[in-house]
């Protein structure tokens, strides 16, 4: 009895354990990462360049130069798929106008040389009428969601937890994909929603919920296996790309890290390039929306069988009841039930009660309405009153009504008259009599 007493207290101990842990996972700021917005700029990646000048200072600022320069040939390139040597050359003063930032991917820098890699961000709508197409747009394949996974020491983890693989994701420029991705950036639900889990469930009715959730109409799975010879050495990440909810295998690839500062670039690269397989499959008309994803169609109902109304039969005898004063007289009654038995419409008369002495009861069935059949009776002699569908009748004298004259006969059909039948010539009788 003393262990039952406390196992209400020690369970609710523990509910209230669990539900701040699973808080406490929610409302961790080690997670989160917003996608950059890109739908304003223009990006161009691996622009190197190694200069030298007077100083430092001369070396790096020639460096930006030709990097803007590379960059718009390379841009324009891309934009028309010819060689980046038939790409028009921009003056300085134009190109610091289209272009809107400089960013520095790696570089070296020396007391009279500059070595780097730059990436550019050219403004899409300053540098559209240099390129010649209308505002780099490009052909974009329907809304899906991306899940980033990666895979290390053994733990699967999508947004979860900060990770470089999602900001990878996160910082990549996707407006000049032909995929419009939906990234997630790992804030509220996303983490329930959201996670390595995700991938490996087959029921579909959760996918749909999600797809809804996030305005998506397919799934891209980019999945990373990170490997490390040690912490903070050389590290080796096997990328697979994937597509649909059954994981189907698109394309994948390996990079390597010389050590852990370069894990970032390694996943950046490995973005850019995971991109490129999402792309050509596309192209290739292999990223096709799983039909199981749509809804299924509701189930057939039988027809229904539609009763047509009963016709109502014409000429019904209706029933009602005649109530007969016979004021003691027997004739009465008797030559009530004769009229009631001759008149036309009337189908049946039977009696229910029969009492010469006072008020007899006839069931009548007569085709038409109460009040027709008072005017018939009324029409052969007869006092009527009617009350729905009671008609009393009463003789108006002291002796009944006479009976109505027998119809007269009907008049019978003449024979049609025969042909008279030929007699002898009258010239052979003589003859025979003077002979």
């Keep these: 009895m003393l262990a039952r007493r406390f196992v209400a207290p020690l369970m609710l101990l523990l509910a209230l354990c669990i539900g701040g842990a699973v808080t406490a996972q929610l409302e961790t700021a080690d997670r989160g990462i917003l996608p950059i917005d890109s739908s304003g700029t223009l990006e161009v990646t691996g622009i190197h360049v190694d200069v030298g000048g007077a100083d430092a200072t001369s070396a790096r600022y020639g460096g930006w130069r030709i990097a803007q320069r590379e960059g718009f040939k390379k841009l324009w390139a891309q934009a028309h798929h010819l060689p980046m040597s038939q790409a028009p050359n921009l003056p300085d003063s134009t190109l610091d106008d289209i272009v809107a930032s400089i960013n520095v991917e790696r ?151 010389a050590n852990s500062d370069g894990v ?82 009337i189908e049946s008369a039977t009696p229910q009660q029969i009492n010469p002495g006072g008020t007899s009861y006839v069931l009548v069935g007569y085709r038409g309405s109460a009040a027709q059949l008072a005017a018939a009776l009324a029409s052969r002699g007869w006092v009527t009153e009617t009350a729905g569908t009671v008609v009393r009748m009463r003789s108006s004298g002291a002796k009944p009504p006479a009976l109505p004259a027998p119809p007269p006969p009907q008049p019978q059909p003449q024979p049609a008259p025969q042909p008279a039948a030929q007699q002898p010539p009258a010239s052979n009788q003589v003859s025979g009599a003077g002979e």
């Excluded at 010879?229 to 059954?246: V, W």
């Design 264 to 345: 970032p670039r390694m996943m950046a690269e490995g973005v850019r390039r995971m991109d490129e397989l999402f792309s050509n499959a596309l192209a290739a008309g292999m990223l096709v929306r799983d039909p199981s994803l749509d809804l299924p169609p509701p189930p057939v109902l039988p027809e229904l069988l539609v009763e047509k109304p009963l016709e109502t039969p014409k000429n019904v005898a209706n029933a009602f009841q005649v109530q007969i004063s016979s004021g003691g007289d027997v004739n009465v009654y008797n030559f009530a039930m004769a009229h009631l038995r001759t008149i036309g419409g």
């Design 107 to 257: 570089e070296q820098i020396g007391p009279n040389r500059y070595i780097a890699d730059l990436g550019l961000l050219f403004d899409r709508a300053r540098a559209a009428p240099f390129l010649g197409v209308e505002a780099g747009v490009v052909q974009r394949s329907v809304p899906m969601l991306l899940i980033p996974v990666t895979i290390t020491a053994g733990t699967a983890t999508s947004v979860e937890l900060k990770n470089a693989w999602q900001r990878a994701w996160a910082q990549y420029r996707t407006s000049q994909s032909p995929i419009d991705y939906v990234r997630v950036s790992g804030m509220g639900v996303d983490p329930v929603l959201v996670n390595a889990a995700q991938i490996n469930r087959p029921g579909r009715g959760w996918w749909r919920n999600l797809m809804d959730l996030y305005g998506s109409a397919d799934i891209l799975v980019a999945e990373v296996q990170l490997q490390r010879l040690y912490p903070g050495g050389p590290a080796r990440a096997q990328f697979i790309a994937r597509h649909g909810p059954d994981n189907e295998i698109v394309g994948g690839f390996t990079l390597t890290a």
